[in-house]
Structure formats: structure tokens, C-alpha cells
């Protein structure tokens, strides 16, 4: 395995892109991550990706972002095997990929928003690989380049948040009167109306938005690398939503069952801090292995071989 990942190595570094793709590589680093683009903000990194690092942090409910640049190299590495396979195209269409990009780090600088700038990051990767290498072997950089998405800060994430607490509150209110439990809601507290146990607060950590941000990033990874329609990798893509708050509400709903049954203790400490890793993704992931068989019902069936005795 050692041997066939040198070779590859080898067989990029003789390659007549490598050296345009060095180039190019360079030059974006000294302007997203050296150059001092937006020194007006004082209280903030000036350079576009410290800018983008900065903001990958718990308030901003974006602690995932570390993980984006690693996914990134992995990708693009099996991105380039594939990439190795496709005839030679044209890769015109490319430049104008890069142009887009480059346009939105120019309007970035000029209005004072980073964000654009890490916008335009995926277009300036994938126009330069396009441009360097075809359209047939740079379209596979696509998926590796707009995943970088993931770790652009979102505004409106508060807003977000706030939806998910009353949504979660909520559910777990009427399913569980519907099944007998006496609750009370008050704004996004539930009490036991008997007593049995105090009120169980859902606070901005239970809403979810967590979960969900890193739910949809592996719905993403899941549907590249498992559907093979565009349709289908929409599909998946999307149900990412929904899996997160039937996920968030199984983990919520539990904690209020076993409070229920006496173990308040239980579920309001140990139980609570584990429930996201024991119910929530499994709740979730099992969400998209279900879409998975749905969309591929031929990929699943079982082939059965008859043989006939002599």
C-alpha cells in the first residue's frame, strides 16, 4: 500500500499540472492567509483564513470547522486517484471557476466581508484544478473544494438555535402528555405536573444545533460517496434536517422517560451528557442508511444462486 502511495505521489510530481497548481496554491495562501486584507477590524484576525479560524468555536456553534481542513486532504487525495483515470478535456470552463472566485475576494475586501472571500475559496480551488487538469478529471475536485462550506461562520445561527429549543420543548411536551405523562410547558422548561421530578430546562446546548451542523456535514460525505443520481444526493442531503430533530428529540424525550420512571439523577446527569453519542447519532445515521435502502432498493437485494443436483 506504502509503495502505491509513493508511486502516486511520484507520478503527481512529473505531472505538466503540478507546477501551475503549486503556483496557484501559493498565491492564494499569501492572500488568504497572510495578507492583511481587512485591518479596519480591530477586534478580529485581518487575514481571511486566521479570520475563519477564529470564528471556529463554541459560540458560534461551528467546533466542527477543525475538522474540515483534514476531511479536505483526505478528499482531494482520493479525489486525484479518480482524477488519474479521465481522458484529457478541455479545461476552459475552469478559468472562469477561478475568475468567480477571485471576484468574490476582491468584493471582500472592498465591502470588509470575509465571508464572500470564503465563499469564493471553493471556486478558486476547483476553476484552478479544472483549468490545470480538464473538466473530466477537475470536476471531481468539486466535492472536495465546496466542502470548505462547512467551515464558514453562518449568521442567524442564534435564530436557529431558538427555533430548535421551542421545537424540541414542544414535542416532547404533546408526545409525552399523548402517552400519559402529566407535564407542564412554560416557555422552553418542562415540570413534572405530579412532582415526580423538577423541571428539565432545555437550554441552547440541548437544542441541537450542534448535532445538526455536524449531521449534515456527514449527510453530505454520506450522499457524495454512497448515491450516484444528483437527485439522490439532494435527497439524502436534505433529509439531514429532519434526522436531526427526530435525533435531538429521541435524546430529549428519553431523558424526560427516565425521569418519569425515577431515575431523575440519572437522567439529568450521566445520561444527559451520553445520550447525543448513544441516541442522537445512532437515531440519525440509521435515518440515512434507511434513505440509502430506499432510493437503492437494488443495491440491497440479496442475489440468490440455484444451482441443480445432477
Not at 36 to 55: I, Q
Request: hydrophobic share 50%; with cysteine.
Amino acid at each position: 500500500m506504502d509503495t502505491q502511495n509513493n508511486g502516486l505521489i511520484k507520478s503527481w510530481l512529473k505531472s505538466p499540472i503540478a507546477l501551475p497548481l503549486v503556483l496557484i496554491a501559493l498565491v492564494v495562501f499569501y492572500f488568504f492567509g497572510i495578507c492583511d486584507v481587512y485591518t479596519v477590524l480591530g477586534n478580529r484576525k485581518s487575514e481571511v483564513f486566521p479570520w475563519m479560524v477564529d470564528s471556529w468555536n463554541g459560540r458560534n456553534d461551528l467546533l466542527h470547522g477543525f475538522a474540515v481542513p483534514f476531511l479536505f486532504i483526505a478528499f482531494s487525495y482520493q479525489a486525484f486517484k479518480v482524477m488519474r483515470t479521465e481522458p484529457d478535456s478541455s479545461g476552459k470552463s475552469g478559468l472562469l471557476i477561478l475568475l468567480l472566485g477571485l471576484l468574490l475576494f476582491v468584493a471582500s475586501a472592498r465591502t470588509i466581508q470575509p465571508r464572500l472571500a470564503l465563499i469564493g475559496i471553493p471556486f478558486v480551488i476547483s476553476g484552478a484544478v479544472i483549468y490545470a487538469s480538464g473538466w473530466k478529471a477537475g470536476r471531481h475536485m468539486l466535492f472536495p473544494a465546496f466542502f470548505w462550506w462547512f467551515a464558514v461562520p453562518v449568521p442567524g445561527l442564534n435564530q436557529m438555535t431558538n427555533f430548535l429549543q421551542v421545537f424540541v420543548t414542544q414535542a416532547c411536551y404533546y408526545v409525552g402528555s399523548g402517552l400519559g405523562m402529566d407535564l407542564i410547558n412554560t416557555g422552553n422548561d418542562i415540570v413534572s405536573a405530579t412532582g415526580k421530578w423538577s423541571e428539565f430546562k432545555i437550554a441552547e446546548g440541548c437544542s441541537g444545533i450542534r448535532s445538526l451542523m455536524a449531521l449534515v456535514m456527514i449527510a453530505a460525505i454520506f450522499a457524495y460517496y454512497t448515491q450516484e443520481e444528483l437527485w439522490k444526493k439532494a435527497v439524502v442531503f436534505a433529509a439531514a434536517l429532519p434526522l436531526a430533530l427526530f435525533g435531538n428529540f429521541c435524546r430529549v424525550f428519553t431523558i424526560l422517560v427516565l425521569a418519569e420512571c425515577g431515575f431523575e439523577e440519572f437522567a439529568g446527569g450521566l445520561y444527559h451528557d451520553f445520550a447525543g453519542l448513544f441516541v442522537f447519532f445512532p437515531a440519525a445515521l440509521g435515518g440515512l442508511m434507511l434513505f440509502d435502502r430506499l432510493l437503492n432498493p437494488k443495491k440491497f437485494r440479496k442475489k440468490v444462486k440455484i444451482t441443480q443436483k445432477r
